[in-house]
């Protein structure tokens, strides 16, 4: 008697996992010597938009921001693609922001509603997720800071951490006029 493996079965398990999982990949620092941060992602630190737009093929420009009136505007860049994970952690959005035509900044967004029945959101399940992953890789925060609307709401929460040059900011952001609230990663140089 001869037993047959079901490569069939197989093949179509190996297919579907890999249309779940596709542009839900690991988005983080570039490591460099001596725990440096060399980067973002598929970005280093400085390198032009034509370069980034080939790492990136499917970046576009979204808009100007003006962050010092003596300097050209900053261009800020999305990705239409699926969002990226931080240590698990599912981002929204990302803006890729370049100075002088050089790689600067990137900015990570996650917005999640405040219902009835939550009790704690996506958005701040995430700032603890993160604030561990943080920790774990830079050591303890530079700064942080706590602003509490009443005794027992918490607004803002926020920590930077400062690595070789290059600052990270995490904060979490609790609803003020609508049931929104939201966490936001930025890291650049």
Not at 105 to 128: C, F, M, Q, Y
């Amino acid at each position: 008697m001869k037993i047959r493996t079901p490569v069939i079965g197989l093949f179509l398990i190996v297919l579907l996992s890999g249309a779940f999982f596709t542009g839900t990949g690991s988005a983080e620092a570039i490591s460099g010597k001596a725990g440096s941060i060399e980067g973002f992602g598929k970005l280093t630190w400085g390198i032009t938009v034509e370069q980034a737009e080939k790492a990136y093929p499917d970046l576009y420009f979204g808009v100007y921001e003006m962050v010092n009136r003596k300097e050209e505007p900053v261009k800020i860049f999305y990705r239409s693609a699926s969002p990226e994970k931080i240590d698990g952690v599912v981002f929204e959005s990302y803006e890729y922001w370049f100075q002088g035509d050089r790689f600067s900044r990137v900015k990570a967004s996650l917005h999640s509603k405040i219902g009835p029945r939550t009790l704690v959101t996506r958005a701040e399940a995430s700032w603890d997720q993160m604030v561990e992953y943080l920790r774990r890789k830079y050591g303890e925060p530079k700064e942080r800071r706590t602003d509490y609307a009443t005794e027992y709401l918490v607004v803002v929460k926020e920590m930077r951490w400062e690595v070789g040059g290059v600052f990270i900011h995490l904060k979490y952001k609790g609803p003020e006029n609508v049931n929104e609230d939201q966490l936001t990663f930025e890291m650049g140089k």
